[in-house]
Each structure stands twice: as structure tokens, then as C-alpha cells.
């Protein structure tokens, strides 16, 4: 099987409407409801700022936007996250551009991505993971073409969307103490220093400004919480980091990276003939690449190392976007284009293997988040609060994602007043207000007590 260089723009084209329909499709059919870190985002979206208590606005500001227009529609936010995913390919295969004199390569640097689940199974569910890949891919490419056109448009937007990145996810900043390490080499290497870095460290302050505004008049909450979410396991409980743990955990995100690049490993297995090559250590383009795929990677390695921190698998999505392109590049003399169809049979495989089994696992658990009725609850809290009230629903308390605010998120984005969330009750009980325990009992409930499962009791405050 050929591809003649003139149909790879086609066949990239096909490709991501491809994942693009399927991954939209696949689970607004198979999922009741949406999963818990979009209702998240939804529900911390409803009341816009410049932060949240556990994450940066970018994911919640998104997902807002997405409710204005389409409302609650689940079917738009599984697309919301299949937007993110393919504009981060586009901008890979743009960049890989720079690498590759063969536009195949640049394709298959995009193809393998497919044998990764970070860009397949997990990708319905936007989240802040999903909402950094773009940001993360545009930050290497502008880098990347500041370094080779040293013009003031490439520095001013490496700055701007190394900031985007960072207001969807802090991980971002290993992406830039990579590229940080980068710039030293080529200022050591060069022995001189170019002052158009400072550009981009401008523009970079510039975006995030509101944010660290925001930060410091919030006691650095989001920045706490995500120290406090790293180094307590949450399984012993909240104990802090052990001794072992400097050992046992570094050393479980090792395996667990090895793990979930065997489909990967296998289809690069096909296409490379012999895996003996000859690298320049001081070759510009192969330190780039290094830096922005291995660094990253290195110093998540040493931080568990050195704090017992335990990496949630989730952290790395972003990591691995440039790997296809590095694997190419060192092996590109080596691969046989001849072996394409093999390779296709499998890629083939995997992309329909992944919503097959991302079906069959949503079909065969009914007890997930995405199988929580939301609609049918908040269609019955509605029509209880109209039997007993003439005003809107205006909040919804619910204090701990796990129990109160899973469900009042759910209420937030169902109801048709669409009332923001709050994780306290406080004054707001004149205005029509719904306090959600959870799974708790509410006793001293001053308004309308409804029971309703798989909730336990819901209080309601509002006019007569």
C-alpha cells in the first residue's frame, strides 16, 4: 500500500473527521449523563472568574461558552473535547513539517497517536487535561518557529499560548522548564543571548496576569489544592507522603507510562525495519524534540521522587503529543514504507477497537457517574419546586464534589434556570435556593424537605 504525497492532506483530512464523528457519537449514545469533570467545569462555568478552587478558568470558560450556545445539549461537550483533540493534531502535523522532507512521515507522526488512549478512550470527557492539548501543541510549535525565524510574531505567541496553557493546567510548566533548559543550552552553545526571549516572557505575564491577580487575592487556593491533591493519598487517608512512597510511586508512574505506549510501541514495531540508528546529540532539531517529549517526562519522574508525590495517570495527556514526531525523526532512515498496509490494518484496528470497547465497558457498568439519571432527577426537582414555589431556582449548595456536588452540579446544569452552584448555604436561602447533603440526611431543614433516590434528602428555600 502507497500514499502518494499529494493525498496525505486527504487522508489527515479523513482522519479527523473520522475521530472527530466517532468520538462525538460513541458516547452521547452510550452515556446517560455527562461525566464528572465536565459537569465540573459546567457548573464552575455558570458563575465566570478568573479561577476556580481546584483548577484555572480555562476549562470552566469553555464549557460555558458551549452552554450558551447549544445549552444542555451532552452530544456539544463530547464535541467541545473532540475540537481540542483535533486542532492539536493539526498544529502537530504543521510542525512536523519542519522535521520531515517525506509529508508521510508527518501523517504517520499523527496516525500513531491513535495507539495512545489518552487521544482515543479518555477524550470524552473535557476536562482540563483535554482543554491544555492545544495550548501545550501550540506552545512547542511557535517556540519552534521563533528559534528558526527569529521573528517578533512567533515570540509574542509562544508567550501567549505558553500562558493559555497554564490557565487550562498548571502541568504546562514542565512543558516550560523544559524549553527554559533548551534556551540555556542554545545560549551556552551560541554564547549569546537573544532579547527577543524577553518577548515572550512579557506576552506570557500579560495572559496570565488576571490570573495571578486572582491568586493572590484567593490565598493561592488553586495552587494549595493542587500540592494538597499530589502528595495526600486520598486511599490512606489524607496522610501525607511516606518514606516508601518516594520509592513506590515514582516507580508505579514509571510502569504505568511503559503500560499505555504498548500499542504505540507495536505500531511503530511495523513500519521500522531496525531500531540501530545513529543520533547527533548535538543535532538542534533531535534536542528540541527531546526536550519537549522526554524533559517533561523526566522531571515528572524525579518531582515523585523527590516529594512522594502520587502522578495520577490523567496528569500526563498532554505529554505524549510530540512523541510520534521524535520517533519519526530518529528512525526515519529506518522506516519501510513498503510495510504501510500492515500498519494500517492496525491502526485500523485500534480506532475502531477504542469505541467498541469504550461502548461495551459504558453499556456493561451501569454504576458510573455517566450512568447517574441527572435529566430525570432535576425534571422531578422541578416540578416539586413549582407545586411549592413561584420563584426560580436560583442556587444550588452543595458543600464536596464527591457527594453534595456532584449532585447540585448535575441541578446546575439541568434545571432550566440554570442556578449557580455554591459550596456553602449562606444568606441566599430568600432568593431559591436548593442544599444537597449528598447521601447525608438533612435535619435541620427550614424549608420544603423532598426525599428523592439515589439522593437522600434535598432542602428547599423559596416563595410562596
Not at 519542519?98 to 470524552?124: A, D, R
Not at 534556551?183 to 526571549?197: D, L, M, P, T, W
Amino acid at each position: 500500500m502507497q500514499i502518494k504525497k499529494e493525498n496525505v492532506n486527504k487522508v489527515l483530512i479523513f482522519f479527523l473527521f473520522a475521530h472527530l464523528i466517532v468520538w462525538t457519537l460513541v458516547p452521547s449514545v452510550s452515556n446517560t449523563n455527562l461525566p464528572l469533570d465536565t459537569i465540573e467545569a459546567l457548573a464552575w462555568g455558570n458563575e465566570l472568574q478568573f479561577g476556580y478552587h481546584k483548577h484555572p478558568p480555562f476549562s470552566a470558560w469553555f464549557s460555558e461558552f458551549f452552554y450558551q450556545i447549544f445549552g444542555s445539549q451532552d452530544w456539544a461537550y463530547y464535541f467541545l473535547s473532540q475540537i481540542f483533540v483535533i486542532t492539536s493534531f493539526i498544529i502537530i502535523f504543521k510542525f512536523s513539517k519542519n522535521f520531515f522532507q517525506n509529508k508521510i512521515y508527518s501523517l504517520l507522526s499523527i496516525l500513531l497517536l491513535e495507539g495512545i488512549y489518552f487521544y482515543n478512550f479518555t477524550t470524552s470527557e473535557f476536562n482540563v487535561y483535554i482543554c491544555q492539548l492545544p495550548f501545550w501543541a501550540a506552545t512547542v510549535y511557535y517556540c519552534w518557529r521563533g528559534i528558526k525565524q527569529n521573528d517578533n510574531i512567533s515570540w509574542i505567541l509562544l508567550g501567549v499560548f505558553a500562558g493559555l496553557g497554564m490557565l487550562s493546567f498548571y502541568l504546562t510548566f514542565y512543558l516550560l522548564l523544559s524549553l527554559v533548559l533548551f534556551f540555556i543550552y542554545i545560549i551556552v552553545k551560541e554564547k549569546r543571548f537573544n532579547y527577543k526571549y524577553l518577548i515572550s516572557l512579557f506576552s506570557f505575564f500579560i495572559v496570565l496576569l488576571p490570573h495571578l491577580i486572582w491568586l493572590v487575592d484567593n490565598d493561592y487556593i488553586t495552587i494549595n489544592n493542587a500540592i494538597f491533591r499530589s502528595v495526600n493519598d486520598p486511599l490512606s487517608g489524607f496522610e501525607g507522603p511516606k518514606f516508601l512512597d518516594h520509592l513506590f510511586y515514582p516507580f508505579l508512574f514509571l510502569a504505568k507510562q511503559i503500560s499505555l505506549l504498548i500499542p504505540f510501541i507495536f505500531m511503530l514495531l511495523i513500519i521500522v525495519t531496525k531500531f540501530k540508528t545513529k543520533i547527533n546529540y548535538r543535532n538542534k532539531k533531535f534536542l528540541f524534540l527531546f526536550s519537549v517529549t522526554i524533559l517533561p517526562l523526566i522531571f515528572m519522574f524525579f518531582t515523585s521522587l523527590i516529594t512522594g508525590a502520587r502522578i495520577r495517570t490523567m496528569w500526563m495527556t498532554s505529554f505524549y503529543l510530540y512523541i510520534g514526531v521524535l520517533f519519526m525523526y530518529i528512525y526515519q532512515t529506518s522506516i519501510n514504507l513498503k510495510k504501510l498496509k500492515s500498519f494500517f490494518l492496525v491502526f485500523l484496528f485500534l480506532f475502531i477497537f477504542s469505541p467498541m470497547a469504550y461502548y461495551v465497558v459504558s453499556y456493561n457498568q451501569t454504576n458510573q457517574r455517566t450512568d447517574y439519571p441527572g435529566r430525570e432527577i432535576s425534571e422531578k426537582v422541578q416540578n416539586k419546586w413549582e407545586s411549592n414555589f413561584s420563584n426560580k431556582i436560583e442556587i444550588v449548595v452543595g458543600y464536596g464534589w464527591i457527594n453534595g456536588g456532584w449532585f447540585a452540579g448535575n441541578l446546575s446544569y439541568h434545571l432550566e434556570s440554570r442556578p449557580k452552584w455554591k459550596t456553602e448555604l449562606k444568606d441566599e436561602i430568600n432568593v431559591g435556593t436548593i442544599w444537597i447533603q449528598g447521601f447525608n440526611k438533612i435535619d435541620n431543614c427550614k424549608g420544603v424537605l423532598y426525599q428523592i433516590k439515589p439522593l437522600n434528602d434535598i432542602c428547599m428555600f423559596g416563595k410562596k
